[in-house]
């Protein structure tokens, strides 16, 4: 869903969408959608009733967060009648618990929404995720060290940088035994006791950051890293850059 959709949606009021949720029930809610693998697709059907004495006319259906599309929905919902939504969702950049959010918006304005829940499975674990670049000027270098492992710590994670980052960015690996107990803590070491997460030690840095289009117009930096892996091709790991530019 596009920037301006979002803002519509979050500016309407609660009592609005609480009054209009109340019209139209979806069963079960909110709906699980389970355990899935980060990359994969899934067509997934709503079920509910409008449960007013009224017939409710749709305009669109839409999904507030990312991967939702080709939805098929009535333009007209009788009273008391049922009502079905489907729609495909890609999991690609997902990772961990996920609430999206479908809503049908009626002719009149009005929203109804129907919330989903589930857990989206990465094959590959970053110890971190975001990385600050601080206060930056176009060419300088910048340049992190973190690790990756398997989600299953059972083999070497395979990952590279995807073709799209590889102008800004470059990328050195070295595989190491790891101590992931704690998160904050993560230590390498040699294989044995306590080092026992099969894992690689990255390096990632800065070629020269590019500051284009509507990056123009704005001081502060988002840059998102994506990495490819062999073994998992469907996997979408990727990492977050943050800061300004001066």
Same mark, same amino acid.
């Given at each position: 869903?596009?920037?301006?959709?979002?803002?519509?949606?979050?500016?309407?009021?609660?009592?609005? %969408?609480?009054?209009?949720?109340?019209?139209?029930?979806?069963?079960?809610?909110?709906?699980?959608?389970?355990?899935?693998?980060? *990359?994969?697709? $899934?067509?997934?059907?709503?079920?509910?009733?409008?449960?007013? +004495?009224?017939?409710?006319?749709?305009?669109?259906?839409?999904?507030?967060?990312?991967?939702?599309?080709?939805? $098929?929905?009535?333009?007209?919902?009788?009273?008391?009648?049922?009502?079905?939504?489907?729609?495909?969702?890609?999991?690609? *950049?997902?990772?961990?618990?996920?609430? /999206? %959010?479908?809503?049908?918006?009626?002719?009149?304005?009005?929203?109804?929404?129907? +919330?989903?829940?589930?857990?989206?499975?990465?094959?590959?674990?970053?110890?971190?995720?975001?990385?600050?670049?601080?206060?930056?000027?176009? *060419?300088?270098? !910048?340049?992190?060290?973190?690790?990756?492992?398997?989600?299953? &710590? &059972?083999?070497? /994670?395979?990952?590279?940088?995807? /073709?799209?980052?590889?102008?800004?960015?470059?990328? &050195?690996?070295?595989?190491?035994?790891?101590?992931?107990?704690?998160?904050? @803590?993560?230590?390498? *070491?040699?294989?044995?006791?306590?080092?026992?997460?099969?894992?690689? @030690?990255?390096?990632?840095?800065? @070629?020269?950051?590019?500051?284009?289009?509507?990056?123009?117009?704005? !001081?502060?930096?988002?840059?998102? %890293?994506?990495? @490819?892996?062999?073994?998992?091709?469907?996997?979408?790991?990727?990492?977050?850059?943050?800061?300004?530019?001066?």
């Amino acid at each position: 869903m596009n920037m301006l959709k979002t803002l519509l949606f979050a500016s309407l009021s609660l009592s609005s %969408v609480a009054l209009a949720a109340d019209e139209i029930r979806f069963v079960p809610d909110p709906y699980p959608i389970g355990v899935v693998e980060q *990359g994969s697709t $899934k067509h997934i059907v709503l079920k509910g009733a409008n449960v007013t +004495s009224k017939e409710i006319i749709l305009e669109n259906v839409i999904g507030q967060g990312i991967g939702m599309s080709n939805f $098929k929905y009535p333009t007209k919902i009788g009273p008391n009648a049922t009502v079905t939504i489907e729609f495909d969702m890609d999991f690609s *950049g997902m990772d961990g618990e996920i609430q /999206p %959010v479908v809503v049908l918006v009626g002719n009149d304005g009005k929203p109804y929404t129907a +919330s989903l829940d589930g857990i989206v499975s990465a094959p590959i674990f970053f110890g971190e995720k975001m990385f600050d670049a601080g206060f930056y000027a176009p *060419g300088e270098k !910048r340049e992190w060290t973190f690790y990756v492992w398997e989600t299953g &710590k &059972k083999e070497y /994670p395979d990952i590279e940088l995807s /073709p799209e980052n590889s102008k800004e960015f470059s990328m &050195k690996s070295q595989k190491v035994m790891l101590n992931v107990d704690k998160l904050d @803590k993560i230590k390498e *070491g040699k294989k044995g006791p306590g080092f026992t997460v099969p894992g690689i @030690k990255v390096t990632l840095t800065t @070629k020269g950051l590019f500051r284009q289009g509507f990056e123009l117009k704005q !001081r502060s930096i988002r840059k998102i %890293v994506a990495f @490819k892996s062999k073994k998992y091709p469907k996997a979408t790991p990727e990492i977050l850059i943050i800061g300004y530019w001066k």
